[in-house]
């Protein structure tokens, strides 16, 4: 469940007074979004498997639980650029992304509990904490004791996620943060919206094919080729109702909304690794995002043309600016390298 990006610095770079209602955008959800209407044949709209542009997939068993998360993979080498998808997506929401990505450096994208492949006790279960400690239970599962560089890269509720486990401060190899589009004010302010955008969208699909047409007719994904590859990955098939449904139950988890959003700002301002927000469209941040801009605290970067989904809208500008992230910050696949120290070497036996 995705509030709309968060609003971004006006392009002159003033700020406006926290208590003026902040203006909302379409979010993911909202079909009325403004986009040309594009004709679809059944062929063009059929899906893409996934590995395509990812190597492989697993599913990660988490030790003492009986929970199952999904992940998809790609890349060997590298630090780890580790991808959270917003409410309603998946992990393959980064497909044509990581295609890019891997070709220098590692990509891991997990399905959240109630999305995609993953397995849970408690599907609806979504309360910041937990997710929280979902993905870090990944991460741990994953890697052991000794993780490698991680870039924990989150889009919208995915990038709330992302900002909480880093705020948490347990993840010693985390090497950068990347928030795409989600904003503390505006995102809150939107919430009061959601619940009608999602009673108001397509409920049904004959096919999935025609859930591919819908989300790019209605706007909420803007790159054909990325929603055949990911909009499979969203669907489940109701034989009572003899349809295609959505698998993520996003209105019955309206009580952990607020939550995703609240203190967002500070939290983001407060992580220790170099950040990066990505935003789609130039609307404002918040006073306290706009302080931090200003005083050099995060990177931010405007992408226009481009809906919600800016991995999925954009997916070669949105890799670009995934690696020059990676190496303006000359992160390694151990962490932040400094030109001209050596790492100690093993003794020699």
């Known amino acids: 469940m ?10 002159d770079g003033s700020s406006e007074d926290k208590d003026q209602p902040l203006p909302l955008r379409p979010t993911s959800f909202d079909s009325s979004l403004p986009h040309p209407p594009a004709r679809i044949s059944k062929k063009v709209s059929s899906p893409i498997d996934w590995n395509m542009y990812f190597d492989k997939e697993e599913d990660v068993h988490i030790p003492e639980a009986t929970d199952v998360f999904h992940v998809y993979t790609a890349g060997t080498e590298g630090p780890v650029v580790f991808c959270i998808h917003g409410g309603g997506y998946s992990g393959l929401s980064f497909a044509l992304a990581a ?3 891997k070709e220098k450096a590692r990509v891991v994208a997990m399905d959240l509990r109630g999305h995609g492949k993953s397995c849970t006790e408690d599907e609806i279960g979504l309360s910041i904490d937990t997710l929280c400690n979902d993905v870090l239970a990944v991460i741990r599962t994953m890697y052991g004791d000794s993780p490698p560089a991680i870039i924990l890269v989150g889009h919208s509720m995915g990038g709330s996620v992302a900002i909480h486990v880093a705020a948490k401060k347990v993840l010693r190899s985390l ?13 809150i302010a939107s919430l009061f919206h959601m619940r009608k955008i999602l009673s108001n969208r397509v409920q049904h699909f004959a096919s999935i094919e025609k859930a591919i047409e819908w989300s790019v007719k209605g706007g909420s994904l803007r790159n054909l080729e990325s929603a055949r590859v990911s909009v499979p990955s969203t669907l489940k098939y109701d034989e009572s109702k003899e349809c295609y449904v959505y698998r993520a139950r996003l209105e019955e988890t309206e009580e952990y909304w607020k939550g995703w959003y609240e203190g967002l700002s500070e939290k983001f301002l407060s992580c220790p690794a170099a950040k990066l927000l990505l935003l789609a469209g130039t609307d404002r941040l918040d006073r306290s995002l706009t302080i931090g801009q200003m005083q050099g605290k995060f990177q931010m970067v405007v992408i226009r043309n481009t809906g919600h989904a800016i991995q999925e ?5 949105f890799a670009s600016h995934i690696l020059n992230f990676i190496s303006r910050n000359r992160i390694g696949p151990n962490g932040i390298e400094i030109p001209g120290l050596r790492r100690p070497q093993p003794p020699q036996h």
Do not use: C, N, Q, R
């Open 2 to 11: 995705d509030p709309s990006s968060l609003g971004a610095l006006s392009e």
């Open 99 to 101: 295609s890019k990505i």
């Open 175 to 187: 090497a950068g943060l990347v928030v795409i589009d989600v904003v503390e004010g505006t995102a």
């Open 313 to 317: 809208d954009v997916p070669d500008e």
